[in-house]
């Protein structure tokens, strides 16, 4: 951009479990975010972050949700379209947090598909509860919101989409 900071696009889905897309350059794993962030906090005290995706793997979005909250850089998110889910988590880790006036973002609990015995699915909820604890857990640290109010309004088990007005007046954008 016109000040010379870099920029990553998390552009398409987070991971590589995307069935319904077999093209490979719209998936992007954690190894090649990370790895950018990294590269470019070496010589850079910002770095934007602009985001159009829908989403994706929970074990793709968090390494990168560590790599933004830990940079020695200040990392800017941006919301270029839809921050959706998983992308949703990853733009409010971002230490200074935006939003077009178009913008749309959606969080809810985490899902899965599971195929088994009931077993099998009790421990797959489980570990999808587990996997819901992490995300409120930052969530509530990015926003300051208790834990507590972030389940009760954003972890219901509905899919919670919001404009940029919305994000704005609850809190999120910083």
């Not at 300051?144 to 919305?166: I, N, P, S």
Request: net charge negative.
């Amino acid at each position: 951009d016109a000040d010379n900071t870099p920029e990553i696009l998390i552009y398409g889905y987070i991971g590589q479990e995307d069935w319904w897309d077999t093209e490979a350059e719209t998936n992007l794993t954690d190894i090649e975010v990370v790895k950018a962030i990294r590269d470019l906090e070496k010589s850079n005290s910002r770095i934007n972050i602009r985001i159009n995706s829908p989403g994706g793997s929970v074990m793709h979005g968090d390494p990168i949700i560590t790599a933004i909250r830990n940079s020695k850089s200040e990392i800017h998110t941006y919301v270029d379209g839809m921050a959706a889910s998983m992308a949703f988590d990853i733009w409010i880790s971002g230490h200074k947090r935006h939003v077009g006036i178009n913008s749309k973002l959606m969080t809810h609990a985490t899902s899965s598909f599971e195929w088994g015995t009931a077993k099998r699915m009790r421990q797959c909820a489980d570990m999808l509860d587990k996997f819901d604890d992490t995300a409120i857990a930052t969530f509530s640290a990015v926003t300051g919101m208790e834990e507590t109010e972030v389940r009760e309004r954003f972890y219901d088990y509905e899919d919670h989409w919001m404009t940029a007005k919305e994000a704005v007046e609850i809190g999120l954008v910083a």
